[in-house]
Structures are given as structure tokens and as C-alpha cells.
């Protein structure tokens, strides 16, 4: 069993910045990729940015350029620096954890964090 929670999402205007934080606790896991998605009201869930094992990034072009993935290895904590947000970028981020198990480390567990609102005014 894994968890995640998320934290750092608030209301901002236009133009400026948040950094939101997902931490994973658990026994016996290790994460194999980290990422964020969004999902605003109406449509459908949507990857914002993956960060995996070994250093590589992905992120959406909706967001490329402004958002920035990390990582803390030994906090097991995963980070979305937000910059020059827009309106369009509300929405609730959910931290996202695909991992392994001792034992079974080629298999691949998913996990999702409960979500943490992020709302742009103009």
C-alpha cells in the first residue's frame, strides 16, 4: 500500500506562481515514475508532467516552458514548480505514483494522490 498526498495548490492571479509537493510513504516500494495530472470541471483528466526513474521528463505543451518536474529521491517526493499561470490552468492536480514492490519489482502498481485545487483568477 502506498500513499499520496498532495499539498501547495491555492488560489493565485495571473501571472504568478505555485509549487505543489506530492510525498509517498509506504513499506517495500520504490517508484519507477512520478508525474501530475489535472482534471478542470467538465473534462477529462489530463497529464500534466512525468518525471521517470532515471532523470527524464515529459510534460504537456500546454505547459512545457512554464511548469518544471523534480524530484527528491530520498524524501520519496515529487514537485511541479508552476510559473506565469494562467486561468486555463485551473484545475485539481493529482499527484500520480507508479511503483514496485519488493519481490515483484517488474510489475508496476498505480497510485494516485486525493488532489490538491489550483485556481488562476484574471
Known amino acids: 500500500q502506498v500513499q499520496l498526498v498532495e499539498s501547495g495548490g491555492g488560489l493565485v492571479q495571473a501571472g504568478g506562481s505555485l509549487r505543489l509537493s506530492c510525498a509517498a510513504s509506504g513499506s517495500s516500494f520504490s517508484i519507477d515514475v512520478m508525474g501530475w495530472y489535472r482534471q478542470a470541471p467538465g473534462k477529462q483528466r489530463e497529464l500534466v508532467a512525468n518525471i521517470i526513474s532515471g532523470g527524464s521528463t515529459d510534460y504537456a505543451d500546454a505547459v512545457n516552458g512554464r511548469f518544471t518536474i523534480s524530484r527528491d529521491n530520498a524524501k520519496n517526493t515529487v514537485y511541479l514548480q508552476m510559473n506565469s499561470l494562467k486561468p486555463e490552468d485551473t484545475a485539481v492536480y493529482y499527484c500520480?505514483?507508479?511503483?514496485?514492490?519488493?519481490?515483484?519489482?517488474?510489475?508496476?502498481?498505480?497510485?494516485w494522490g486525493r488532489g490538491t485545487q489550483v485556481t488562476v483568477s484574471s
Open positions: 500520480n505514483a507508479k511503483v514496485s514492490f519488493a519481490g515483484s519489482r517488474g510489475l508496476l502498481h498505480n497510485y
